[in-house]
């Protein structure tokens, strides 16, 4: 049956705008046309996000605290320590990502593989996975933020799925890969996403704690952009969207792209705010649930194989261009920087992007096999989101067995967490019980993506736990300056490995874990 829909979804996606034989100006059109949208769709919710919810966007605040660092009073002696202590941090996080490349010569090798409680909960993705990076997070994190997600990674990986997996034969075929939409992973994708559109977010107090948070509300809303500016933006561009992209992709009607606009301000809402708790942007799950609707609403017949993957393409650069100009907002934010300074910069950037883009993938696609079984650039994900597309064409009834209905209790489950923890809020607040009510988003995330991370982060605030019970106020003067050494160190790292990468340059060693059973086996192989 999927063999046989995959040729039909050839066959009836066969057009001369196909992805195939789409022309470079053609994508940096459709770049142009798509990109902007997502910068005045968060617009309106800078001040709920970053001076109401109070998010923490660790990147962005690691980032504040680097250039704040360039910018402290001279002479100021607590400052200097910061700095040192920053750039301390930075220059061993950049040290340990660097020595932990050497062991990461193929896939499942490294440090970033070690399977620290063993080899079955590594298996079920739980692990240290070596990540400076997650543990500064964690640093700047509230506690109930990364409780939450290790929660959430408990329920799932600990309990649900393994539970799920013991019917595997009865609610899904036992022949799929792990990472098929109609198995496990259909489970895992889906639940996470639902139980994200019920979270709406929590409350807190918008009353400014101290002087210097006085000062940046002041600063973050005096050169900000009117609502109604953001609001005239996002129709404007949006009525471009909806009569040009029909005329790159055929199979997309003006009102499917309607449709996109409508839902589209909601999920850059809920990344944004993923992002804005555990510095995670979940742009691509959202892209495959519009793969999914906008597939099976158009049907195989009419291309809707072409149409989910170009609905995706929408869908993501609206939600993950929200979620990056919400971080520099934060930025902003903590450095007294102008918001319409940060706004017109993210769409100097996107507009470099478009450009940009589309040239070094034309580069790869005439110069390598991209997409090729065994070549160097096999594209996997493109493999991977074609075949959601094909799912989504053959509608629910590809689901596997009890999806839906799980999606909808957990998804009901969000919005009860929410009320029990706004009802906690209103009604009592001798103990502040509502604090210790997990997050539903937060929980949402490892569903999908394992609990490795939470385990990175929740050693952050471990840390930073101990470090206030020992010394609270040199754990609060230096807590914000480790983490940002330690985020922007091992994020720096990602720019020569990607440099080495291109240059053909491998790591020399493969670092891997057996059970000692399989050791055997490969020692007697190999004897």
């Known amino acids: 049956m999927s063999k046989s829909i995959a040729a039909q979804g050839d066959e009836g996606n066969s057009t001369p705008n196909n992805v195939k034989n789409l022309s470079l100006g053609w994508m940096i059109g459709f770049l142009f046309v798509v990109s902007f ?14 001076m109401k919810y109070k998010l923490t966007y660790p990147s962005g605040t690691a980032t504040a605290y680097l250039i704040n660092s360039f910018h402290t009073p001279k002479g100021a002696k607590l400052a200097k320590k910061q700095v040192w202590v920053l750039f301390k941090l930075f220059g061993c996080s950049f040290a340990s990502a660097f020595f932990q490349w050497f062991f990461s010569a193929g896939d499942g090798c490294g440090f970033s593989n070690f ?3 063993g080899l079955q909960a590594y298996a ?3 692990y240290f996975d070596f990540s400076l990076t997650y543990v500064g997070v964690g640093l700047i994190c509230p506690y109930m933020v990364n409780a939450s997600l290790l929660i959430g990674a408990i329920i799932s990986w600990g309990i649900m799925w393994p539970l799920i997996e013991l019917n595997k034969g009865i609610w899904y075929r036992s022949d799929l890969s792990p990472t098929s939409l109609h198995g496990i992973q259909g489970y895992r994708v889906f639940i996470a996403i639902a139980m994200m559109l019920g979270d709406d977010g929590e409350i807190t107090n918008l009353s400014p704690e101290n002087y210097d948070e006085q000062r940046r509300n002041e600063y973050f809303l005096r050169d900000e952009i009117p609502t109604w500016q953001a609001f005239l933006g996002y129709d404007i561009l949006a009525f471009i969207s909806i009569l040009a992209v029909p005329l790159i992709f055929p199979q997309l009607k003006w009102y499917h792209v309607l449709m996109a606009y409508i839902i589209a301000p909601l999920l850059a809402f809920c990344n944004a705010y993923a992002c804005g708790l555990t510095d995670w942007s979940l742009a691509s799950n959202y892209g495959k649930l519009a793969i999914i609707v906008f597939s ?23 939600v993950s261009t929200a979620s990056d100009l919400m971080q520099d907002f934060k930025t902003g934010y903590l450095t007294l920087a102008s918001p319409r300074s940060m706004f017109f910069s993210q769409a100097l950037g996107t507009a470099m992007g478009c450009i940009i883009s589309p040239l070094i993938f034309w580069f790869f696609y005439k110069a390598y096999d991209i997409g090729q079984p065994g070549s160097s650039y096999p594209a996997p994900y493109g493999v991977m989101y074609r075949g959601i597309a094909l799912i989504g064409v053959e509608g629910i009834s590809s689901f596997p067995k009890h999806c839906l209905e799980l999606c909808i209790g957990f998804f009901f489950l969000a919005i009860a967490i929410n009320a029990i923890r706004e009802l906690l809020q209103r009604f009592e607040t001798k103990y502040g019980a509502y604090r210790v009510v997990p997050s539903p988003m937060c929980m949402a995330i490892p569903f999908f993506l394992g609990g490795y991370f939470a385990i990175d982060m929740c050693l952050g605030s471990l840390i930073v736990f101990v470090w206030r019970r020992l010394n609270k106020r040199k754990a609060e003067n230096f807590a914000p300056s480790v983490a940002a050494g330690l985020i922007c160190g091992e994020s720096l790292w990602g720019l020569p490995a990607a440099i080495l990468a291109l240059a053909g340059i491998k790591p020399p060693i493969c670092m891997k874990f057996l059970s000692a059973s399989v050791n055997s086996k490969v020692d007697a192989f190999l004897g």
Not at 304 to 309: F, K
Request: charged share 10%.
């Open 37 to 50: 949208i997502g910068l005045f769709s968060i617009v309106p919710l800078r001040k709920v996000m970053i």
């Open 115 to 117: 399977p620290t409680f």
């Open 296 to 318: 099976a609403w158009i049907g195989l017949e009419n291309g809707g194989v072409v149409a989910g993957l170009a609905s995706c393409g929408v869908m993501m650069s609206i």
């Open 124 to 126: 079920q993705r739980f």
